[in-house]
């Protein structure tokens, strides 16, 4: 049975994801509802400049009042997509206190206050949705959440983040500067209001703690996860990198220990094989993988950020959330009962490629071996050449080890700038997908 009267949605932030989000849900208005088996109205759109000029949306749905829109008590759904944390937090809190389920963008928020809102969802009997928050366009949460709700996730591996690989793409496969292809991503609308959020790895490691929290039905926030950013990775890494025969990505890894008793949250650039799949993952898109006992190895890939892809994601759920509505019923919430610790970083096992300037003199190699067997690392393979800028009596040393704990790793490093023979440590990154 199809109802004719609307269900009314307040759309809170018309920038790059909630004008494609304004622009779909009008161009599909038919399809829409009879997916949902009712109408769905855009009722009122909140932003902070109301005469900026938005395409296609009737002047009078504009308000810079987003919590008079939630307080009039006609709204069903909210559609959360200005990010940050206030007022997104406030005005999704509100939603939630005047019976309005929310679809949210935001993994800002709920990377930070997650078990909060999920909470608040549940006391109200309400949904909260938020596919679009990892992964773009890519069905990731929802397929975690639901169709694995059976199976246990042992790891997820992916590139959550479409801006960063969007400049390591340019800068390996082009040569083009950092700045210039972070310039061309903001352009392209990828990246964060603040781009310090993509580059500084935050954004990553905000979807690595949701997707983590998901796959272990546990709780982890945005401070239990390990993260570095891409910001110090050069031309001579990508360089190492092709002499090695891999490519670099900025990586969230996700682990649960062998023992089962806890896991690990970590986003950091990563040398990874060229024949790995995740090598050949250009521009913006993302891809994910999932490791779990009985399904075994899946692949996620797809656009990973942009105003349609991920608006494409935020519709999905609209059109879920309003079919639950319809039902009386709501979605599944938060699932956190294994309560899992998350280890440090220092536990975490992996390999590493170093690169070391060091005196090019006898003994040296003897003495840097030596360092990394003391503190319990084994070396695979040790590659010396003249510094590429000539530096005389100076040689570039590349070690790659085999797997050691990251604890261990960083004490042979410490070590190593103590060595007079070491002139300096030019970089360190941990290889992975071997
Ligand atoms: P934008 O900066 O393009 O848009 C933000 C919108 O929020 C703007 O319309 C802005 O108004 C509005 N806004 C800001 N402050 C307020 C306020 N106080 N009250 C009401 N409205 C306000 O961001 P995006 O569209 O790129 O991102 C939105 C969310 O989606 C974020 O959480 C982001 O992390 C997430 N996301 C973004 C993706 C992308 O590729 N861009 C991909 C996946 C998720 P005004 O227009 O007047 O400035
Ligand atoms: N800034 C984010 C990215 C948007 O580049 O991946 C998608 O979440």
Redesign the pocket.
Known sequence: MMRTRPLKVAL???????SEVARIMTTHADDLTARIGAPVELAGV????PS?VREGIDPALIT?D?TALLKRGDIDVAIE????IE?ARTLITTAFEHGISVVS????LLAQDGAALHAAAEQYGLDLYYE??VA?AIPLVRPMRESLAGDKINRVMGIVN?TTNFILDKMDSTGAGYQEALDEATAL??A??DPTADVEGY?AAAKAAILAGIAFHTRVRLDDVYREGMTEVSAADFASAKRMGCTIKLLAILERAADGESVTARVHPAMIPLSHPLASVREAYNAVFVEAEAAGRLMFYGPG???SP?ASAVLGDLVAVCRNKLAEATGPGESAYTQLPVSPMGDVVTRYHISLDVADKPGVLAQVATTFAEHGVSIDTVRQQGRPDGVGNEASLVVVTHRAPDASLSGTVEALRKLDTVRGVASIMRVEGE
Request: aromatic share 2%; charged share 15%; proline share 3%.
């Open positions: 809170l932030g018309c920038g790059v994801v909630g909140a932003v902070r400049r900026k810079t987003a997509v200005i990010g940050g007022p963008a935001n993994k800002a679009a928050a773009g479409g609308g990828y964060e209001a954004d950020a942009g105003g991920t």
